[in-house]
Structure formats: C-alpha cells, structure tokens
C-alpha cells in the first residue's frame, strides 16, 4: 500500500495535463529524481530558444543551407514571408479543389467512371506518414481506398496490381518525390506506368504528381500532362511532411477531413511553444528521452500504443525519431554516435508477443504507453456480467503497465480521448516537436541524414556495377568465377559484391545468366545464357 500511496503521490505531482488538446503525459513511473527537472532546466530553455529561432525561419540545415519549416504548414502566419504563407494556403485551397472534382467526377478517368482507389507511389517520409494517417482514420464511409507502393520489390509491386485488378482503371496514382530522382519511387512509377499500359491505358491520365519545383518528376508530369501537380518545398523535410501535400492529399482523397488534422497539429504548435516545463508536454517527453537513455540513446524506446488504429504509429515514429536522432557527430563535429532505437507493436497483442521479455529479460529499454479513453463510436455489448471488450483492453493494459513497473521496468503513459482527425494531427506534431527538444538537449542536427545519402551513393555504386559484369559477360561467351570476373574489371576488392549480384542474377530467368554448379564457392562459373 506504500508503494501505491507513493506512486499516487508522483502520479499528482508529475501528471502533464493539457485539456485543451485532450492528452495528458504521465511520467510518474520513470525513476527520475527530485532534483533532475531542476537541473536539466537550463538546457530545456535553450531548446525553447532554438525551437522560436527555427519556427522564426532561421539556417535550421547548414549542410544544404535550408530552413526547416513543417510548423508553417498548419499556421501559415507564423511564416517568415508573405510567399512562402501564399504557397502553403495556396496548395490547401488545391488539395481541397483536387479532391473535391475527383470526388464529384468532374475529373473522370480515361474510361469516363469516376475514380474509386488512390494508389500512392512513394518511399520513407512520402509513405510512412501516409500510410500511418489513412488506416488510422480508415473508415466504412471513405470515398476512395488507398493503396501504397512504398518499395522497389517486384514481387510486393506485382501484389498490390493483383489487388486493384481491372479496377486499375478506376484507379489514381499519386507519384510522391521531393527531387524525383528517388529511384525507389521512379520504379514504382515505372511499373504503375506499365501495368496501365498492360490495361491499355494511358498513365498520365490517371496521375498527379507531388513534388519540387523543377525537378525531375515536375518536368516529366507536365511534359506527360498529368491530372495535376503539388508542390513539395526544400524547407519540410521527409519525415515531417504528413501535413503537407505528402499526406494531405491521400487523405482529402480518402475523405478524411485533413482540416481537422491540421487544426490539431495547429493547436499542439501551441501547447508545446510553451516555455514552462512541466506544462508543456513535448518538453517532459524530451527530458524523459534523456533521463531514460543517459542523453547517449543507451535504451530502446518501445511504444505500446493500446488501440488497433495506432498500429502503424511506431513504424512512422521510427523515421521520425531515428532518422533525426541517429547521428555520427554532433553539431560541434564531436563524434557522439547518438540514437534512440523505437520498435513496437499494439496491446494487447503485445502480451501474447514480447513483453515477457520486457518483464524478465535484457532491462534494455523504456516503454511509452498510448492510452485511448473511447473504446468505439457506438455503444458495446458485455462479454462478462459489468464488462465489455474495451474494459479488457484497458485491464491489460493497466496490468501489462504494472508488471513492467514490479519488475523495475520504468515507463510513460500519453492518454488521448479518442483517435480522429484532430488527435492524430495532435500526435504527430507532439513527436516532432518532441524531437526537435531532444536534438537541442544533446547537441545534434535533427534535419540533416548524411547516412542515408551514404546508403543511396552505395547503391548507386552497386548498380554501376551490375552492368559492367553484365557488358563482360555479354562479350565473353566462357563461363566463368566471381574472382575471375573481378580480376578483368580491375575490381578484385569487390569480389564478394560480384558473386553477390550474379546470384540474384541467375535467379531471375529473364536476366539470362546461367549458374553452373560446384561444390566450394570459389569455383561456381557464370556465363550468359545464349
């Protein structure tokens, strides 16, 4: 009974409540001390300061000489000028145009039938925040169902155009790349752009694109004459583009009021702008980062959210946060190695998965809890004499929390009333807010992500090459050994990666590369089946 006397004592205390955007953020089962809000209070401020500079429009990304702006999206004023708040409220008035032709068939496809599904072609921050928006606020009532391709696997592309069928027709595609030169998602443009053709349609007139000015893709959907094109500025990075044309045009299009989204991004600004700790609920998630991981990401976070429409947050929540906060050096240039590794599934599922694990095993982590008070839009039936299927959930999750907390697991508990348009607009701008806080507290770039341009040159690199072994093999008609292939293209480093791709080749027969077999490694031949 102490123990819960003393837990009710930390929960009054330390309970971040915020009505008016209806979440509040329990931190009371993380084990901080008295003293460490106090003393982690200097730095706090400084990420105030840094976040007005940033919301004011300064060099946020000095490596590309940008500003980062996703703020501006849901309050066009806050701006730092008149064009740049004309091009925001100038793309909503489009998206809300766009959608309302296709859902009135004022805009009509090839076949002259309205429009029924949107395919969405992107990759990162042009899928996750989509994909997590449109099955949150999934419903009977949507005007058009949402597909995505969201990588270059054949196999997953082939499975989505199963699925549409000959709906293919009555299909839109919204092709979504800032520079339109990711290859991920040209590919998929490119096998969209086929099987409308196998259906013997004309592509343009089922696309519209989201991109930059001038880029590639923007020349390539006038020149095509696509439906329509959406800007995507240099100021909103990947990540935190889901309020921008990114996720607010697949959402309008889905029939989500994405006004209402952005009224609760909008209003979570605001809270969080605050410059009083304990009332600001970005700041307290931030400093728990830090408590919880030493400020060196020396434990996991793993988010439970307890509702089936949350299940796609953490998987959203591992770019946003692992892409902004893992980082080689500092903003000094001090190599910090920092990071904060996110995983998670939904409750109760969960308990019939990992959090044995969590109770008993490597005490590598901290949980983030998502609590939602409304169980369903209607009324429930019982399951049990007084007991109906949401209180179970909600028995779970109080016991899965309790259990954690016996067994010296610390946790946090963010508590929304339901999820909407309003509340997801409210989470998604809590995280970014909250990194942003994070970045500042341990001195790093949020905005920037070298390791991920790295990942991309090394591809190239790879692909590069694939077609010099391809050109050797074609006018060699001998088979021969990945070492044997090195050696004549001067590469005998890149041996493995040769033997590499010349597997993947020979197990595709349209690629016509034949593999002879032999009992070591070194002695498995390749030649071009002719």
């Known amino acids: 009974m102490e123990n819960d006397s003393i837990l009710w004592k930390r929960y009054q205390k330390h309970l971040c409540r915020c009505p008016e955007i209806g979440i509040s953020l329990d931190i009371s089962r993380m084990k901080f001390t008295d003293c460490f809000f106090d003393d982690m209070e200097p730095a706090i401020q400084i990420a105030f300061t840094e976040m007005a500079e940033l919301e004011g429009g300064s060099i946020a990304n000095p490596d590309e000489g940008r500003m980062v702006g996703h703020y501006w999206l849901r309050s066009p004023s806050l701006a730092p000028s008149d064009n740049i708040r004309l091009e925001i409220e100038t793309a909503e008035a489009q998206i809300h145009s766009f959608s309302s032709k296709i859902h009135s068939g004022a805009i009509l496809a090839q076949n002259g039938t309205s429009f029924k599904n949107v395919l969405v072609i992107g990759i990162g921050g042009s899928a996750l925040g989509p994909q997590f928006v449109a099955d949150a606020l999934s419903s009977h009532t949507d005007r058009m169902k949402v597909y995505f391709l969201d990588n270059t696997d054949p196999d997953g592309i082939d499975k989505v155009f199963a699925e549409l069928g000959e709906v293919v027709s009555q299909t839109l595609t919204i092709v979504i790349s ?170 109760s599922t969960d308990q019939h998965a990992y959090v044995q694990q969590l109770r008993e095993g490597v005490a590598n982590f901290f949980v983030t809890f998502i609590e939602v008070l409304k169980d369903r839009a209607g009324n429930s039936m019982l399951v049990e004499d007084g007991i109906r299927s949401g209180d179970f959930l909600f028995g779970f999750f109080q016991g899965t929390r309790a259990a954690l907390y016996e067994n010296g697991r610390e946790s946090m508990t963010l508590t929304i009333n339901q999820v909407n348009a309003y509340s997801v607009g409210v989470l998604i701008a809590l995280f970014e807010r909250t990194v942003g806080f994070y970045a500042s507290l341990i001195n790093i770039n949020a905005y920037h992500q070298p390791g991920v341009e790295a990942g991309k040159k090394a591809a190239g690199t790879v692909m590069a090459l694939q077609k010099s072994v391809m050109e050797l093999l074609q006018m060699n008609p001998l088979s021969m050994t990945a070492t044997a292939i090195a050696e004549l293209l001067g590469k005998p480093e890149e041996v493995e990666m040769i033997f590499s791709i010349l597997r993947h080749l020979a197990a595709n027969p349209d690629r016509e590369i034949i593999q002879e077999s032999a009992d070591k490694i070194s002695e498995i031949a390749f030649r071009i089946d002719r």
């Not at 096998?191 to 089922?206: I, P, V």
């Not at 000015?213 to 935190?240: C, H, I, N, Q, Y």
């Not at 700041?283 to 434990?299: D, N, Q």
Request: glycine share 12%.
């Open 178 to 347: 800032k520079s339109g030169s990711t290859k991920e998602t040209r590919n998929g443009m490119l096998e969209a752009k086929a099987a409308y053709q196998r259906a013997g349609l004309d592509f343009s007139q089922h696309a519209v694109a989201v991109t930059g000015a001038g880029s590639e893709l923007e020349k390539l959907a006038r020149a095509e004459g696509w439906l329509e094109r959406f800007p995507m500025w240099d100021w909103v990075g990947g990540r935190t583009s889901v309020t921008s044309a990114v996720g607010l045009l697949p959402a309008a299009l889905q029939g989500i009021d994405f006004m209402k989204m952005l009224e609760g991004a909008k209003a979570c600004d605001i809270v969080t702008s605050g410059t009083i700790t304990k009332q600001n609920p970005a700041a307290c998630m931030a400093l728990m980062w830090h408590y919880a991981t030493g400020g060196r990401g020396s434990k996991d976070m793993v988010m439970l959210p307890y509702k089936d429409r949350l299940l796609l947050f953490s998987r959203y929540l591992q770019q946003l946060i692992m892409e902004s906060i893992g980082k080689e050096l500092d903003r000094d240039g001090v190599a910090v190695h920092q990071g904060l590794t996110v995983y998670g599934n939904k409750g």
